[in-house]
């Protein structure tokens, strides 16, 4: 075995890590590799300090011990990735760009499980588009993150340059300059809405409080985790250094159900449905809005003359599709998330086709449509590709659409004051309209 250069700490505690079990103790070899010259690589450390234990590492030829330092949690990189490839030495990987970090909750969960090799694909964020993942996970899972890990290594991914993993969200969010919130607590048998909304309220707030003192000033957020509308706003209301308007709650699977029964109703493939907006909560009172979508560019009211079909069947259908997909396959949808929040990050960062939108969670306050200040609501939004939006102006309502979005306002209102003790505004007050449902609970 030849010796790699070991001046790097975390190389060396990574390898150290990761070959515990089959080293003798305190003799811990480093394996030999061209690519660990020393001009293309450096290995990179969080400079996190963090509690160490200590442990030499034998260099075969001088048999001189040095000193590394593992940390003892998670929250370091993990594996290959500690390794930093010097992007600028290659003619191939010279013309990418600046590597972006990338933080996700719920990282051992199912739908991340879909979502991370995505994203370390560059199917997300392009092919000149380096990546840093940081993952967070809890005491439960920190054995399946590290699943996880060692499976993004074995993917050898060229755009995945970094890994971490680990359990605090103020070492995992550091410097994210995108947060995707997936990592939620399920709604258990005989629980109630409000303490749904209470534990994972909880959880968003300890995580915005995060995001606000470690990640990028203008970090992207999109929440993920249920009841993800009042998530979000517990998120940003944490945040108050990051502006509200970076702060998403995903509603774009709905819009992709919206979408994919219109085509189906139409007789044609989803490519021609466009302009549909998701108004208002992500759950049974969302309302899919029928009035302003086309197909191939004309009214859906034109092209589907069964109106009643659509206020009836096709609403309850979008509303409901996430428990008829549990129903089938006995577990909430994951790889659909994931491919709508890949959808939604796109939508972000590449400019809006002409004439269309796309629908996400944003803050209402300043919006042009009359809905209550103050909540976190989807909305139909544009972007021109800099990871910002606008509201869409020119939108037709009718008495069926604005009460049915009244419905969903007065949810999300009612929301909102079961979380004042999370969001700084006093004391909860939690008089919930009805038990509505998340559209998985059906
Ligand atoms: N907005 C949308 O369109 C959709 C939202 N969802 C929501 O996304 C979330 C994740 O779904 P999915 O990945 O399938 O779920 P999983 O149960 O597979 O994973 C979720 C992760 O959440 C974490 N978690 C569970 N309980 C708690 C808790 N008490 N405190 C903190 N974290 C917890 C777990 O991470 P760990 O063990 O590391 O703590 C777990 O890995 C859910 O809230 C789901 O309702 C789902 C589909 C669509
Ligand atoms: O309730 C859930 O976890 C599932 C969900 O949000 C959906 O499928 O839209």
């Known amino acids: 075995m030849a010796v790699a250069e070991l001046t790097s700490r975390a190389a060396a505690a990574s390898f150290a890590r990761n070959n515990a079990n089959s080293l003798h103790a305190s003799q811990i070899y480093v394996p030999s590799s061209s690519s660990l010259s020393s001009d293309h690589f450096r290995a990179r450390y969080r400079s996190t300090v963090l509690p160490k234990i200590t442990c030499s590492v034998n260099q075969v030829q001088n048999s001189a011990p040095i000193q590394v330092e593992i940390p003892k949690d998670k929250a370091d990189c993990y594996g290959v990735f500690c390794l930093t490839y010097d992007l600028k030495a290659e003619e191939e990987t010279k013309s990418w760009k ?231 396959w006995g577990r909430s949808s994951a790889a659909s998330t994931a491919v709508s929040i890949v959808d939604a990050i796109k939508s972000l960062v590449t400019p809006t086709p002409e004439g269309d939108w796309f629908s996400s969670g944003v803050y209402t306050t300043g919006n042009p449509y009359g809905i209550a200040e103050d909540i976190v609501f989807s909305m139909p939004c544009r972007s021109n590709g800099d990871g910002d939006y606008e509201l869409v102006k020119e939108i037709q309502f009718d008495d069926y659409l604005r009460s049915r979005i009244a419905k969903t306002e007065a949810e999300l209102l009612a929301e909102k004051r079961c979380v004042a003790h999370l969001t700084g505004e006093g004391i909860a007050y939690c008089d919930l309209p009805e038990d509505t449902m998340l559209p998985g609970e059906m």
């Open 98 to 328: 600046k590597m972006i970090n990338i933080a996700v909750s719920g990282a051992a969960g199912m739908i991340s499980n879909h979502l991370l090799f995505k994203l370390a694909s560059g199917e997300v964020f392009g092919p000149d588009q380096p990546i840093a993942l940081r993952l967070l996970g809890s005491e439960r899972s920190t054995q399946a993150l590290e699943g996880v890990a060692m499976e993004l290594e074995d993917s050898l991914f060229p755009l995945l340059r970094e890994v971490n993993i680990g359990i605090d969200p103020y070492e995992v969010f550091q410097d994210a300059e995108w947060a995707l919130l997936i990592g939620a607590k399920p709604r258990g048998p005989g629980m109630e809405r409000a303490d749904l909304l209470d534990i994972n309220g909880q959880i968003f707030a300890e995580q915005g409080k995060a995001l606000n003192a470690v990640a990028s000033p203008n970090v992207k957020v999109i929440v993920v985790g249920n009841p993800c509308n009042t998530n979000a706003l517990i998120c940003m209301k944490n945040a108050p250094k990051i502006p509200a308007k970076n702060f998403h709650a995903l509603t774009r699977l709905d819009e992709n159900r919206a979408k994919c029964q219109l085509a189906l109703k139409a007789g044609v493939f989803y490519d021609k449905v466009s302009n549909v907006t998701i108004w208002g909560n992500h759950s049974t009172t969302q309302v899919p809005d029928f009035l302003n979508a086309k197909i191939n560019g004309l009214p859906v009211k034109e092209v589907i003359k069964d109106h009643k079909w659509l206020e009836q069947e096709f609403t309850e259908k979008v509303q409901k599709r996430g428990g008829a997909l549990i129903q089938k």
